[in-house]
Nanobody, 126 residues
Framework: QVQLVESGGGSVQPGGSLRLSCAAS??????VAWFRQAPGKEREGVAG????????YYVDSVKGRFTISQDNAKNTVYLHLNALKSEDTAMYYC?????????????????????WGQGTQVTVSS
């Protein structure tokens, strides 16, 4: 059974940084991604890392500010959030796609991801 556990959220001022962690268990390497959802908005794919083809994908709004990385020894995927803006405020979720689901990382479409964590809140406010 796949389990994803996020941690690292919190409250920061604009321009600040955070590091989110997603610890995975029972998961065979494929695409792991971070999504976010602000109140009243749809869930949005932020970044994905494809362990099979070793590719990384970002939504345009976070390019140059967020970095996704993985530590295979720890089965953990990280999302480094830098230069945070108020519009980055949201619940952040880690998600994993099963093997055989094509294009999960390239599209960051939520319906391609079968496994989800419980979320961690990021609040950016002065």
């Amino acid at each position: 059974q796949v389990q994803l556990v996020e941690s690292g959220g919190g409250s920061v001022q604009p321009g600040g940084s955070l590091r989110l962690s997603c610890a995975a268990s029972g998961y065979k390497r494929n695409c792991v991604a971070w999504f976010r959802q602000a109140p009243g908005k749809e869930r949005e794919g932020v970044a994905g890392i494809d362990g099979l083809v070793e590719s990384i994908y970002y939504v345009d709004s976070v390019k140059g500010r967020f970095t996704i990385s993985q530590d295979n020894a720890k089965n953990t995927v990280y999302l480094h959030l830098n230069a945070l803006k108020s519009e980055d405020t949201a619940m952040y979720y880690c998600a994993a796609a099963d093997r055989g689901i094509a294009g999960a990382c390239a599209t960051l479409e939520p319906e391609r991801f079968a496994h989800w964590g419980q979320g961690t809140q990021v609040t950016v406010s002065s």
